[in-house]
């Protein structure tokens, strides 16, 4: 089945790690994005990459850093300079065209402790 | 940046009753879309609004699109407890890159 995988489900993060979230799709899709949802709010836009080895920086992309080396693959990494870390991420795919909806994975629940 | 304000911002109604939402956006759009969010999962798309077309209908879900007020409604008919999750509408600004800017979502429950 085709689809979009993130993992791992949950993570914990002690102050001053870095960790690396990771997003594989299956779907063929150009396009990648990756949001972040904090409780009762809508998703905000961290960086997206339209094609392989290319992206932009979203709406608050400071204290996050991705790559894309591959197609199928948009790995995040939250660092020690985002101060307030906890939340949901979410890692969606699309075609990259106009007209098409995203495909979203299930999401990674961070936490610092 | 969030582009969509939804309203309500929660609904509560009986089995069987139709479930209302509205958007309202700031910017010039390619299309807006529907999501819906079940409690701790992603989200899942459920229609996609050109800005050429006014209304559009799948299953038991309406949209419209007034793009002259900035605006979009979703109406599901005949709700079922099933429908319980969080609604969402991302607009895909022109000249945005198809990159979506979501709402604050409608979180709808629907009672037996």
């Known amino acids: 089945d085709g689809g979009i995988t993130q993992s791992p489900k949950y993570l914990f993060r002690k102050e001053g790690q870095n960790v690396t979230l990771s997003c594989e799709q299956n779907?063929?899709?150009?396009?990648m994005y990756w949001y972040r949802q904090d409780p009762g709010q809508g998703l905000r836009l961290i960086y997206y990459?339209?094609?392989?080895?290319?992206?932009q920086k979203g709406d608050i992309a400071e204290g996050y850093s991705v790559s894309r080396e591959k197609k199928e693959s948009f790995p995040l990494t939250v660092t020690s300079a985002q101060k307030n870390p906890t939340a949901f991420y979410l890692c969606?795919?699309?075609?990259?065209?106009?007209?098409?909806?995203?495909?979203f994975g299930s999401g990674t629940r961070l936490t610092v402790v | 940046s969030q582009q969509g304000e939804e309203d309500p911002q929660a609904l509560s109604i009986q089995e069987g009753e139709n479930a209302t939402m509205n958007c309202s956006y700031k910017?010039?759009?390619?299309?807006l879309q529907w999501y819906r969010q079940n409690s701790g999962r992603g989200l899942v798309h459920l229609i996609l609004?050109?800005?050429?077309?006014r209304e559009k209908h799948s299953g038991r879900l309406r949209v419209t699109l007034d793009t002259s007020k900035k605006s979009s409604s979703l109406l599901i008919t005949a709700s079922r407890a099933a429908d319980t999750a969080s609604y969402f509408c991302?607009?895909?600004?022109f000249g945005g890159g198809n990159k979506l800017t979501f709402g604050t979502g409608t979180q709808l429950k629907v009672e037996l």
């Open positions: 990459s339209q094609i392989v080895n290319d992206f």
């Open positions: 609004i050109r800005s050429n077309e």
């Open positions: 969606a795919s699309s075609s990259g065209q106009g007209g098409y909806g995203y495909t």
């Open positions: 991302a607009t895909d600004a």
């Open positions: 910017t010039s759009i390619n299309n």
């Open positions: 779907l063929n899709h150009d396009a």
